[in-house]
């Protein structure tokens, strides 16, 4: 790989939920990192690999060294990616390739963009312009306004300001048992309970995403001795979690353990890395 050059980092990612897993944050990272910019072969053994950009060779072995973690958790951690449609992976009985979702949206070439804008002011200035290139400029207008996901903002062009998506019920429930399978079990999952996680969903921007889910799970129950019953008999449940009060106390801090430890140390960093994007870089 040429360790020469750079990639953009789009402002919008802070409504992704990804900069509130700091692990999954900087893995994402690290394989925009990797990925090619410009078409190119590559011999993995004796097979040459035909890249594109945006892909990059993978395996979890040099992964895990690179990034310094197991290789277990290289694997869920590109599961989680692929899971949420941000890349693919296309894999052999040696390596996998992966691909980096929209890459020729966010990572076009500067000489390329600036191409663009010179086309489209020039079929403004006569008037002439292609219905694709209309798209285009739309697109532009919308950069800000969309998430990765592709989920409209209350700052659309449009002016008005749109629903947020649907709560996935499902599939953070699903999240809850791979997360945390030493709690309850959901066994049914009512009106009132439904209507709760909902309304947590719909509270905060940033918790509309399954990765913040899955972020807040191991960071603020997974830590805490007394939700996950290691100090008495008893055990949060997910529909206990949810519900108004106790979900305020837990974002509180009211169930970290006393003296903090590690984790408290791993949430004070993400915040301050989220405020740091979100602030552009000013200290």
Not at 23 to 44: N, Y
Not at 118 to 146: F, I, L, M, W, Y
Not at 174 to 185: F, G, K, R, V
Request: charged fraction near 25%; aromatic fraction near 10%; include cysteine.
């Amino acid at each position: 790989m040429n360790d020469s050059g750079w990639v953009k980092l789009w402002r919008k990612s802070l409504k992704s939920g990804l900069p509130q897993n700091l692990e999954l944050w900087g893995f994402f990272c690290w394989c925009l990192l990797q990925a090619t910019h410009q078409p190119c072969k590559v011999m993995v053994g004796y097979q040459e690999v035909h890249l594109k950009p945006g892909q990059f060779i993978f395996g979890r072995k040099k992964a895990a060294q690179e990034f310094g973690i197991s290789e277990s958790k290289a694997k869920r951690l590109i599961n989680s990616l692929k899971s949420t449609n941000r890349l693919t992976v296309q894999a052999t009985n040696k390596f996998s390739i992966i691909t980096i979702v929209n890459w020729d949206t966010y990572q076009v070439p500067e000489s390329e963009s600036d191409q663009q804008s010179d086309r489209q002011s020039d079929q403004r200035a006569t008037g002439k312009r292609p219905a694709s290139d209309h798209k285009q400029e739309e697109e532009c207008k919308n950069v800000r306004s969309k998430s990765p996901n592709g989920d409209s903002s209350p700052n659309s062009h449009s002016g008005t300001a749109s629903a947020p998506p649907e709560c996935p019920h499902k599939k953070i429930i699903a999240i809850y048992h791979e997360e945390l399978p030493e709690l309850p079990t959901v066994q049914v999952w009512g009106d009132t309970s439904r209507g709760n996680l909902k309304a947590r969903w719909r509270e905060d921007p940033a918790r509309q995403s399954p990765e913040w889910w899955r972020w807040f799970f191991c960071e603020y129950i997974r830590t805490s001795d007394f939700l996950m019953g290691r100090v008495k008999e008893w055990q949060a449940s997910l529909d206990w979690i949810v519900k108004p009060r106790n979900f305020q106390k837990i974002m509180n801090g009211l169930y970290v353990n006393k003296g903090g430890g590690l984790s408290q140390k791993r949430r004070e960093t993400a915040r301050e890395l989220y405020n740091f994007i979100e602030n552009g870089g000013d200290e």
